[in-house]
């Protein structure tokens, strides 16, 4: 087992992003490693969890990174190569590619501490690397269904909006699309059996999140007057009501009602054909009715280098857009691109609050 280095570093004496460092059989771990050994780490980021795991995992992986443990609160160490991590314990050994539900607890610890971090306003944000929703719910947590859920109940918010966007969207100096890489799409619906998701597309469901997200397009992208092309949930858009009553019943009146609230709501669109160039060109986000239904193309348009963002809580919170790869697990393989992308943007929209 690598030693852990503690030497003497300067401090950045900014609040951190506290990057909860995932499943630990997974990909999160190393991702978060080769990000700290290549110098892709913005200053003033410290990971949290199993102080011992991360070194026999950049042992393991010949990454140079110097672990250094301390609590929320402290000064933050600073340098190359430096790493600075709020501690864990694993609850079990742990094999990489292997799951093992003895873990379960300790995810869900170092969510617990990133979030309490974030109150105590020892974090400015918090990034997360993937988990993985059987295995915690293996492990005992029984109604666990991701981590978007979780930290709604854990911040006692009634509602939060899944929304991811790719690397352009959130560059992206202009308002609108331009092109099938510049996508950002929120979801009605987040983690359902598709036979549960025709009964969750109510109003009053679309209320509330047509309302978060146009809020937080306002407040956290900076955009004034977000244009929001929404899918209906049937084929072509249910066709007349012949391919279901979805739209004419529900998503229709909700939307023109929304409209009446002096928001641009658009739709609902076929989904096949809304994301079309053509169709998304003067568009700043797609909400679209079910998991699947947005984010095969999002992630079909950004793999690799999109991020996750809950809106709606109280605290910022970013993610990857992958997830814990088992199969690539341990070997160095996967790519840290996502992860950097999220934390990025856990940082510019703390920096943002911040200001
Ligand atoms: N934010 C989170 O915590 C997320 C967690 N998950 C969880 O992850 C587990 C596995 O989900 P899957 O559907 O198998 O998706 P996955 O994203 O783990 O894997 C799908 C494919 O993408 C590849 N891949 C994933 N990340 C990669 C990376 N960084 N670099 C290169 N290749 C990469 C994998 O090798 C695999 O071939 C599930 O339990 C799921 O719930 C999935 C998405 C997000
Ligand atoms: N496919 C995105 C996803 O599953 C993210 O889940 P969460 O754990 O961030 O809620």
Request: glycine share 10%.
């Amino acid at each position: 087992m690598a030693t852990l280095k503690v030497t003497q570093h300067s401090v950045d004496s900014r609040l951190p992003v506290a990057i909860t460092t995932g499943e630990p059989a997974g990909i999160g771990p190393e991702l978060v490693l080769m990000l700290a050994a290549n110098g892709e780490l913005p200053p003033a980021s410290v990971a949290v969890g199993d102080p011992a795991m991360l070194s026999v995992r950049a042992a393991a992986l010949g990454l140079e990174v110097t672990l250094v443990p301390c609590q929320p609160g402290d000064p933050l160490p600073d340098g190359d190569g430096v790493l600075p991590v709020w501690p864990v314990a694993l609850r079990a050994p742990c094999a990489p590619g292997t799951l093992n539900p003895a873990n379960a607890d300790y995810v869900i610890e170092t969510l617990t501490v990133a979030v309490e971090a974030c109150r105590a306003g020892h974090a400015a944000a918090m990034t997360t690397a993937p988990l993985h929703k059987g295995v915690i719910i293996d492990g005992g947590h029984t109604g666990f269904t991701g981590h978007t859920e979780w930290l709604r109940d854990a911040c006692g918010v009634d509602e939060v909006v899944m929304m991811l966007a790719t690397d352009d969207a959130l560059h992206a100096t202009r308002a609108g699309f331009d092109g099938s890489s510049d996508l950002r799409v929120a979801l009605a619906t987040t983690h359902l059996p598709l036979r549960e998701v025709a009964d969750a597309i109510t109003a009053e469901r679309i209320t509330r999140i047509a309302r978060i997200l146009d809020a937080d397009l306002r407040d956290q992208f900076g955009i004034a007057a977000p244009r929001i092309a929404v899918c209906g949930l049937n084929p072509h858009a249910g066709e007349d009501g012949h391919l279901g009553r979805e739209e004419i019943d529900i998503i229709i009146p909700t939307l023109a009602a929304l409209r009446a609230e002096g928001r641009d709501i658009r739709g609902p669109y076929p989904a096949d054909t809304l994301f079309t160039p053509r169709h998304l060109v003067d568009v700043d986000a797609v909400l679209a009715m079910y998991h699947d239904q947005g984010l095969a193309v999002l992630k079909y348009a950004g793999f690799g280098s999109a991020a996750n963002i809950t809106l709606g809580l109280p605290l910022v919170r970013t993610s990857v857009d992958h997830g814990t790869a088992l199969d690539l697990a341990g070997k160095g393989l996967a790519s840290p691109a996502s992860l950097g992308v999220a934390i990025a943007l856990a940082r510019r929209l703390a920096d943002q609050r911040a200001a």
